[in-house]
């Protein structure tokens, strides 16, 4: 369905206030019958606290209380509209949204602080920024929070209300999920969610109601709009301004693609006590996920800008109607001869993604140039830094950047392919828990530096490190410029050599190491070449006889008694 610009930027609004509930009780409320609410300030269009409101109308779920200055001042055409969309709206909630958002994420207060089943919806002349806002305060007693109105609700603007059923509709969606999420949490398990997370679903409920099909004028559309023009926005820090309804919505719709709605609907509904990225990382340690949330985060952020499932589903949206989606990084370079280092800096807040990209489309062709990458973070921070490698074939390759005391390297080597473009993702991952509406930072270096290939795979492949040509299976054993052939048999005497962790090598650089068959045990003197049929044969010559060969003493691999003992004995070697 079509949504009316003329609203797509107003906000849904929450507040969060930690009472403790004592239920009370009252009769059903009677069509006409007249109360004055307390609303909030802060959305009120007149910073009012009170209104004057009388029931408009009544349906099996929800009552309609319309604020009476309103009422008064707007013409009798559209009373009549406001009436009929009352009726629509009811009709909606009952059939289509009430089923949908308690089938997934659990039950509303029912019957709640005051006993009654219904829902009350206020229509009240908001703020031109406010679409709608649920306050968790109603749901307490008088006896706990004195401007409590004792009941389940929601306020609504009625200007929206008026001017776009369809888009009341989106309004009413989110808000009922705050709703929902107010028992399934502050109710039942006494515990508030974070507020980036009750937003995130809030958001995605318009999805599960199908107000985002089509996606053409929808809510979706116009939270991606904003993303868009600002991507690098905390997804945790809350100050309540249309980006942070944006990010939470971008990625809250790859987090559920990923991972199923069950991954928002579980950590709300779990019997844990625990909110936020803890609640999520709980989730999938429960489920046996080997990923944490800083890992997802590090998917997500390679999605969005490559957004390119044929090359990995989980590098792009599986939502045809996001296949579009890319973000531009905050900072692209272009290293060539003339600019072969360069180091960059982002002061990033909790959850911040941020985006470089180096181009290295000067050296094509040239496999004597690879790419150092290194990452400073500040003192006592944790980054969780990611990089994407586009090479010129059309490959992509991800990675993580593994951090040591804030710390760490990696190298994108030149082979049969070449780098083209290097995208490095990073964000400030120090704190999962307790956000506000203001955040600190902290400070992440990114250095980028063309080095010789040469040096960067002898940077990469250490001495003792097991390797195996990209797409085949042998492993061997590389010492200096040799490599030695190691069988599953041999590779199992060695409690440190995990097979599983064996570096792939591109071909030419596979085949830079010289291969080697020479052993001696770690104790001894006795030189063996050992050979393929599992048979060890005795160098039975000179020093001089060696030299004099062409044999380089380099190329003898040291090794314990237990492989010494494991090969054959055949005859010996004599010249």
Excluded: C
């Excluded at 071909?507 to 001894?524: L, W």
């Excluded at 070449?529 to 048979?535: E, F, I, L, M, S």
Aim: glycine residues 6%; hydrophobic residues 40%; charged residues 20%.
């Amino acid at each position: 369905m079509l949504i009316s610009k003329k609203f797509v930027n107003l906000f849904f609004m929450l507040i969060f206030v930690s009472f403790f509930v004592l239920a009370s009780f009252a009769s059903a409320d009677t069509l006409g019958q007249q109360k004055i609410f307390f609303v909030n300030k802060e959305f009120d269009k007149y910073s009012r606290t009170q209104l004057e409101t009388t029931l408009r109308q009544v349906s099996d779920k929800m009552y309609f209380y319309i604020e009476d200055s309103y009422w008064g001042k707007i013409s009798f055409t559209s009373q009549q509209k406001l009436m009929n969309n009352m009726l629509g709206l009811a009709k909606e909630f009952e059939t289509n949204i009430y089923p949908k958002e308690t089938a997934l994420w659990g039950s509303e207060p029912n019957p709640g602080i005051d006993g009654d089943s219904k829902i009350t919806i206020l229509l009240e002349d908001l703020k031109k920024s406010n679409g709608g806002y649920f306050d968790t305060v109603h749901g307490y007693s008088k006896q706990i929070a004195n401007d409590s109105n004792e009941r389940e609700m929601i306020s609504l603007s009625a200007e929206a209300f008026v001017s776009d059923l369809d888009l009341a509709k989106v309004f009413l969606a989110h808000e009922f999920h705050h709703l929902i999420s107010f028992n399934q949490k502050d109710l039942l398990k006494k515990v508030a969610e974070e507020v980036w997370l009750n937003e995130l679903r809030a958001e995605y409920s318009v999805s599960v109601v199908g107000y985002n099909n089509p996606y053409s004028g929808s809510n979706l559309e116009n939270r991606f709009d904003v993303f868009l023009k600002n991507p690098s926005d905390s997804i945790t820090e809350w100050p309540n301004v249309f980006d942070d309804y944006a990010i939470v919505n971008a990625f809250g719709q790859y987090l559920a693609e990923q991972y199923g709605s069950v991954i928002l609907s579980e950590t709300l509904r779990s019997d844990g006590s625990t909110v936020g990225i803890p609640s999520i990382n709980e989730y999938l340690r429960l489920k046996g996920y080997s990923e944490k949330f800083e890992d997802i985060f590090g998917y997500w952020m390679a999605a969005i800008y490559l957004n390119n499932t044929s090359i990995n589903n989980r590098l792009g949206y599986l939502n045809q109607d996001l296949r579009h989606i890319r973000v531009v990084p905050q900072q692209q370079v272009n290293l060539s001869g003339g600019l072969t280092e360069i180091s960059v800096f982002r002061f990033l807040k909790p959850w911040q993604p941020s985006w470089w990209e180096f181009d290295m489309s000067s050296f094509q062709g040239d496999l004597s140039k690879s790419l150092k990458l290194s990452a400073l973070g500040e003192t006592g921070g944790i980054f969780p830094v990611f990089y994407l490698v586009i090479y010129n074939d059309g490959s992509v390759e991800f990675n993580k950047l593994k951090l040591n005391s804030g710390n760490g390297s990696a190298f994108v080597i030149s082979s049969e392919k070449v780098p083209n473009k290097v995208i490095v993702m990073a964000t400030n991952g120090t704190k999962i828990d307790g956000f506000g509406e203001s955040e600190s930072g902290l400070s992440v270096r990114i250095d980028t530096k063309v080095v010789s290939t040469e040096e960067a795979v002898a940077s990469v492949v250490k001495d003792g490190s097991l390797i195996k040509r990209r797409g085949e299976s042998e492993i061997y054993v590389i010492w200096g410029k040799y490599k030695r052939y190691l069988n599953p048999g041999i590779i199992s005497l060695y409690g440190h050599l995990d097979p599983t962790k064996a570096i792939e090598l591109e071909p030419e650089v596979f085949h830079s190491y010289i291969t080697a068959n020479y052993v001696r045990y770690v104790d001894g003197e006795e030189v063996y070449a050992v050979w393929p049929d599992g048979t060890k044969h005795w160098m039975n010559i000179t020093p001089k006889q060696w030299d004099d060969s062409g044999r380089d003493w380099n190329a003898i691999f040291v090794i314990n008694d237990l492989e010494l003992n494991y090969y054959k004995t055949g005859a010996d070697i004599v010249r």
